[in-house]
């Protein structure tokens, strides 16, 4: 699907669903990096920013990047009803270039890309890093098409 189509596929799953994820942060960015002393973030695929907004709240400086202009005008929204600053980027992410070692903590928290392109989306990643810093990777795993919950339909994508 080319990026032109994943944005206005997003874009329209963001206007018709409203809180398409909800507004807390995903459970396992909550539990393993709910006691991270603050720094510098990088979410990548954010969606409407729960995981972004949740950081900054918790004194991290976070950029986040998403495909959707839709739902990054609905996170920046969001975050300024919180009181909270975030850095907002519609962007596409397998196009787009992070700033290379300039982030403490790089989040991939379900980011529904297909096979062919994470290898280099992981390269992004680990180039923005800054020395000693991490990637927190939450993925969807194959099995859950049949024994799973959530995520998309498509084996690729998994």
Request: glycine fraction near 8%; aromatic fraction near 6%.
């Amino acid at each position: 699907m080319s990026s032109m189509n994943q944005r206005n596929m997003w874009n329209e799953r963001y206007r018709e669903k409203g809180s398409v994820w909800g507004s807390a942060p995903n459970q396992f960015v909550a539990d393993r990096l709910g006691d991270l002393e603050p720094c510098r973030v990088l979410d990548l695929g954010s969606g409407q920013g729960r995981n972004a907004i949740w950081l900054a709240q918790q004194g991290h400086r976070v950029t986040a990047v998403d495909v959707s202009d839709v739902a990054t005008a609905q996170a920046a929204e969001i975050a300024a009803a919180a009181g909270v600053a975030v850095e907002f980027i519609a962007a596409d992410i397998t196009s787009w270039d992070p700033p290379e070692a300039e982030f403490d903590l790089v989040v991939l928290a379900y980011m529904q890309a297909p096979e062919s392109v994470r290898p280099e989306l992981h390269k992004k990643a680990a180039r923005a890093l800054a020395g000693g810093g991490r990637i927190f990777l939450i993925a969807h795993h194959q099995e859950n098409l049949d024994h799973g919950f959530g995520g998309p339909p498509v084996p690729e994508m998994l």
